[in-house]
Nanobody, 122 residues
Framework: QVQLVESGGGLVQTGDSLRLSCAAS????????MGWFRQAPGKEREFVVV????????TYADSVKGRFIISRDNAKNTVYLQMNSLKPEDTAVYYC???????????????WGQGTQVTVSS
């Protein structure tokens, strides 16, 4: 079983940038897809982006395409989410997840981090 720990959230202003990290332990991620999801108060968990660890293929939600970038560091077993041009509607708790399937569907992910709060003020 893989364990995930997110970090890097915080309070920023509109237009600012943040980089989230998701460090994995317990297993290497070479056979996993890694996803970032977010959940705002009163809303359902929303897909943000997924990366195939082995191939590096990525899929982004339309709402973040062109602003967010996912990347991975094999040596550190860590995935990153660089968030640029942040907007108030990006405010949410951000979660990373690991699963065997390259999918937007959060139900298909087996391991989740504890989440990190991102707040964007206007």
């Amino acid at each position: 079983q893989v364990q995930l720990v997110e970090s890097g959230g915080g309070l920023v202003q509109t237009g600012d940038s943040l980089r989230l990290s998701c460090a994995a332990s317990g297993r290497t991620l070479s056979s996993y897809a890694m996803g970032w999801f977010r959940q705002a108060p009163g809303k359902e968990r929303e897909f943000v982006v997924v990366i195939n660890w082995r191939s590096g293929s990525t899929t982004y939600a339309d709402s973040v395409k062109g602003r967010f970038i996912i990347s991975r560091d094999n040596a550190k077993n860590t995935v990153y989410l660089q968030m640029n041009s942040l907007k108030p509607e990006d405010t949410a708790v951000y979660y990373c997840a690991a699963g065997a399937y390259y999918t937007r569907n959060y139900d298909r992910y087996d391991a989740w981090g504890q989440g990190t709060q991102v707040t964007v003020s206007s």
